[in-house]
């Protein structure tokens, strides 16, 4: 790992994962999801029940193996099964209790 003091403007950085991309062997593979987290760098992750159109751009957060990384700056596009988000005009947020 490497590291950098400057990582420069952080703040319109945000993610998107779902737990149901966490599959096992002979589950069937789930190609489209309501359920997602949504957070920004240093920011708690929020519960979304859909993503508008604007969400569904954010980049997924995951520890990706190396040859999907080259495949998304080759081409621009995640190359791995990960399920898509249903497009909602307003994700419903959902608050946990602590």
Known sequence: MGSCP????????????????????????IEYTANWRIWKINEPMVNVIGLNKEMAQYDIGLV?????????????EY????????????PVIVRLSP
């Open 6 to 29: 400057q990582v420069g403007n952080t703040e319109n950085i945000f993610f998107r994962s779902t737990l149901d991309y966490d599959i096992r062997r002979g589950d069937p593979v």
């Open 64 to 76: 990706f193996y190396i040859g999907n990384i080259i495949d998304r700056m080759k081409t621009g």
């Open 79 to 90: 190359t791995m099964k990960y399920p898509q988000p249903i497009i909602v005009d307003k």
